[in-house]
């Protein structure tokens, strides 16, 4: 047939009839995909014209014909791929290299398998690049290098665990003398920690064939990287059979032992501080894991280490044994923090009312190392590592708190959360709360004090009850020493420490301050909410009684001007402190809208609905607390949204009257909207 006859049909067939006959057409040897292009994208088919005529008319075929048109893009690392003489350093100057080998190129990972390949990929991630390179362009390849290797692409994986050759070359980074170039070791912790998630049991078995491997890495522990592998191989281990057995072999090495001892007057800060933000990982994993397992699994060797009392006992030795020093004070500190860790709380919300819930019970065994050094912290609060002054934005501050102050002040807050009777009596007996109330109020400035010592009130005003507790009978005493140790402490708050003294000296200071010009103290605001703590357990609260009588026992003058402040001066307080919501009916986009009403229905049981949709608790019975579920809320909420819009369009559009041709439509005219309200029951 005449090709002219063929371009015809193809003129003529509808887009939709075409697919049907072009079965029958004896030259469709094109590509079905370039066809179904003009087909399915709306092309008249004339334009297939010139395609057809070439195709009739040379003796190409024609699927040859149709990517000479260069219509598919070939990535340039396939074509490197085809030249014999390709290096690794040229396909990893591609742009695309990370995201071919994550797409699992074919012919790029049997490249960067071959042992050549895979041993300069270590190589250089593992050695200090030349000093003569450009800064920035020092560690482009290392870089690119961990990229790969880490990759998570299992041919990669296989080869570098399953390698001893390879893993001994990653190996030999630990075995250099410190420090390490921190980059080079973020790339070696990353590059390891792949292969302890990916290629468990091979590396755990090279690992623990290394007799110094823990000591290395301890060796490099100022790097933080360090710090991360030791953390990879606590929580990153799979199965559980596998992980305890690891977690074993970390305790036969002495990990908790070796870790305590860097934290010691005389180590590199810095070594210190990572050795403790290490022991504090290992307790939170450690618990967290914990909470997790089976009843029946076996605890956790190194938590237990870390909870017994001869392991705190060490730490607390090292800490105030020889010079002291701030870093050790501190360091050691934040580890006893986290042994003693509670629920931690999203604020001081509601803080007095609920009390210090605890996920779980704090180990006697820490509470009895902790009480022989109260003493020694007490002598911190006193006597403090010696700082230089300096200068602040409300002046030149002599002697600074210090950071090792705030953390015995924190420790102080752990502790008195505890409710434990012979801490709670040590601190009495030390006047621990009259030396840290000396400190809020010298130091009016310094918030993170404050809040601490708001804590140590919250603490001793909200213990529990004797009813909360265990019965006395269960113990075969007659009495409960922890309420009458408690008792002593609150009697302690207010007599010895003058609670309600300080708190109205304080703020008749602070109004005279104000009153003659000066600034408002940086501690106001937790003055008041410490009030408040004693007004509420005044008027509700576990030593309410108590408190009462001590009150009452204050002298009368003191007396009559605490009731003063309540009635007055903190009532007004209060009240400035409250934010009211503003109603949106008073919000206005222009002057002009000022004697203008919403037509929208300020429906009040609906915001309130919302506000405590917002604000209410996802618990497992909150469908039943709250009255109706999101799909009835939202239903509710879509009903009255439509109702105001069709109130605001029939009060707003005015319909056009053919039959008022000749009025002005554009005629300025008095405009009145009605005001509808509509009320919903919850």
């Excluded at 790029?108 to 895979?118: G, I, T």
């Excluded at 990990?255 to 007057?265: K, P, S, Y």
């Excluded at 708190?401 to 924190?410: E, F, I, K, M």
Aim: proline letters at 4%; glycine letters at 4%; charged letters at 25%.
């Amino acid at each position: 047939m005449n090709p002219l006859v063929y371009i015809f049909v193809y003129i003529n067939f509808s887009p939709a009839s075409f697919p049907t006959y072009a079965s029958t057409l004896p030259f469709l040897s094109l590509p079905l995909s370039f066809i179904s292009f003009f087909h399915c994208s709306g092309h008249c088919w004339a334009s297939l014209c010139p395609f057809i005529l070439l195709h009739l008319l040379s003796p190409v075929p024609a699927a040859t014909m149709f990517w000479k048109f260069d219509l598919h893009t070939t990535s340039h690392i396939d074509q490197l791929l085809d030249r014999e003489d390709v290096t690794l350093r040229e396909l990893m100057e591609e742009d695309d290299v990370l995201q071919e080998c994550k797409a699992q190129n074919r012919r790029l990972l049997l490249f960067l398998s071959q042992d050549h390949c895979m041993q300069e990929l270590v190589s250089l991630i593992t050695t200090e690049p030349p000093a003569d390179l450009e800064e920035r362009s020092r560690f482009k390849f290392p870089n690119i290098a961990c990229e790969l290797l880490t990759s998570d692409v299992s041919i990669i994986n296989d080869k570098l665990g399953g390698e001893e050759s390879l893993l001994e070359m990653l190996y030999r980074f630990l075995e250099q003398d410190p420090p390490l170039n921190p980059l080079l070791a973020s790339f070696f912790s990353k590059t390891i920690g792949n292969l302890i998630a990916r290629k468990t049991e091979q590396v755990i078995t090279f690992l623990k064939k290394k007799e110094g491997f823990i000591g290395l890495v301890l060796k490099h522990i100022d790097a933080s990287a360090m710090m991360d592998l030791l953390l990879r191989l606590i929580s990153c281990v799979e199965p559980a059979p596998l992980r305890q057995e690891v977690l074993h072999w970390l305790n036969e090495e002495k990990l908790v032992q070796r870790l305590t001892e860097l934290i010691h007057t005389g180590k590199d800060e810095e070594r210190q501080s990572n050795a403790s933000q290490t022991l504090c990982d290992i307790i939170r994993l450690s618990r967290d894991q914990a909470n997790q397992m089976q009843e029946n699994m076996e605890a956790d060797p190194l938590l237990a280490v870390l909870e017994s009392q001869e392991s705190v006992a060490g730490l607390l030795k090292n800490m105030f044994e020889g010079e002291r020093s701030e870093a050790s004070i501190v360091n050691g500190t934040q580890v006893l923090l986290t042994l003693l860790e509670t629920r931690r709380l999203e604020g001081l919300m509601d803080l007095y009312s609920q009390g210090y819930e605890r996920s779980y019970t704090v180990n006697s065994s820490i509470l009895n190392a902790i009480e022989p050094h109260l003493k020694d912290f007490q002598q911190l609060l006193l006597d403090p590592p010696k700082k230089s002054a300096i200068l602040t934005t409300v002046g030149v501050l002599e002697q600074p708190l210090g950071n090792a102050r705030l953390h015995v002040a924190r420790l102080v807050a752990a502790l008195l959360q505890t409710s434990a009777p012979s801490i709670c009596q040590e601190l009495c007996n030390l006047s621990t709360m009259d030396l840290l109330l000396d400190l809020f109020f010298k130091y009016s400035w310094n918030n993170f004090l404050h809040f601490q010592v708001e804590l140590c009130v919250a603490a001793i005003l909200n213990h529990p009850s004797s009813e909360e507790r265990p019965s006395p009978v269960e113990t075969g005493r007659t009495s409960d020493p922890q309420t009458s140790i408690h008792n002593a402490l609150v009697a302690h708050l207010f007599q010895k420490c003058q609670l309600v003294q300080r708190i109205l000296d304080a703020w008749e200071e602070n109004d005279k301050i104000q009153a003659e010009g000066g600034t408002r103290r940086g501690n106001m605001g937790h003055l008041t909410r410490i009030s408040n703590m004693v007004v509420q357990n005044l008027e509700k609260g576990p030593v309410q009684a108590q408190i009462t009588d001590l009150i009452k026992e204050l002298p009368e003058d003191c007396r009559g001007r605490w009731e003063s402040f309540v009635d007055e001066t903190l009532r007004e307080t209060n009240r400035r402190n409250t934010v009211e919501l503003v109603s949106t009916h008073n919000m206005h986009s222009s002057s002009e809208d000022d004697d203008m009403e919403s037509p929208f229905p300020n429906d009040l049981s609906l915001q309130q609905a919302f506000s405590d949709y917002q604000i209410q608790q996802m618990t497992a019975n909150f469908v039943d607390q709250f009255g109706f579920n999101d799909e009835e809320f939202m239903c509710v909420c879509a009903q009255a949204n439509a109702a105001a819009f069709e109130a605001c369009c029939k009060e707003r559009i005015r319909q056009f009257d053919d039959a008022e041709e000749e009025e002005d439509i554009w005629e300025e005219k008095e405009m009145n909207y009605a005001t509808q309200a509509k009320s919903r029951t919850r």
